[in-house]
């Protein structure tokens, strides 16, 4: 059953945008959640990804359950590695990070994976990750040990994208980074959309409701807030 993905091709071919909030587990205080969940469901959110680039998966399985207690999103892990997965959530962006060369994070987390996903009903939405120059180095930067494909060569993004989909990609991840200095530009944005024909997400540096839209308007399916969801919860008052 592919509930999540399916929900994201039907709003695809309607032209329905989403939005997901990024939650960090290493930035989560299990005692003042509810506070954090109650302005989620306030907001436009249509689901939540949880994960982050150096988490070590302690408590995973108490935050998610939590998260589950008090709202009614789809929780779709966004791992860096095998033991950011948690049975409790619905889902689970299965990530190759076509951006860079180092056959951990294109192969071998993936392999290692493979028993925990086993044991688990997740639904699991092969995803090209790219990373994307921002100004900075960021946290995928550093954990992976890769460099980030340069805003510059446009085409090379696209066609590594457009890979991505034959592959066997079922979604594209363009990523600046948590805390991006800056975020994916648009005309990349645009450029990967009209080469692929599967969903787009976008994600990293994104610091208000109007670059959201932008992001939308360039041919992002689904933007993803975190960091500045983080600092400020009422972001979408």
């Not at 790219?130 to 900075?136: D, K, M, Q, T, V």
């Not at 975190?226 to 400020?232: S, V």
């Amino acid at each position: 059953m592919r509930k999540i993905y399916n929900q994201i091709l039907d709003s695809k071919s309607k032209n329905q945008k989403l939005l997901a909030i990024l939650l960090d587990p290493d930035k989560l205080d299990l005692g003042s959640m509810d506070a954090l969940i109650s302005k989620i469901n306030q907001s436009p959110a249509t689901h939540i990804f949880v994960g982050g680039s150096s988490f070590e998966g302690l408590h995973l399985d108490d935050i998610i359950q939590r998260l589950k207690e008090k709202t009614e999103l789809p929780i779709v892990l966004f791992p860096g590695n095998p033991s950011q997965i948690s049975a409790e959530a619905d889902g689970i962006l299965f990530l190759m990070l076509l951006s860079g060369r180092n056959p951990d994070y294109l192969v071998e987390h993936q392999i290692n994976s493979v028993p925990i996903l086993e044991k688990t009903n997740l639904e699991i939405i092969s995803t090209g990750y790219i990373l994307i120059e921002s100004g900075a180095e960021t946290a995928v930067e550093r954990v992976s040990q890769t460099k980030p494909l340069s805003k510059t060569n446009i085409d090379y993004i696209a066609q590594t994208a457009k890979a991505g989909e034959l592959i066997g990609n079922k979604i594209i991840y363009l990523e600046a980074g948590s805390g991006a200095q800056n975020a994916v530009p648009l005309e990349i944005i645009k450029k990967v959309s009209e080469r692929i024909s599967i969903p787009l997400i976008v994600g990293g540096g994104i610091r208000s409701k109007k670059q959201i839209e932008k992001a939308y308007n360039a041919g992002a399916d689904l933007v993803v807030i975190g960091t500045a969801f983080e600092n400020d919860i009422n972001f979408f008052d």
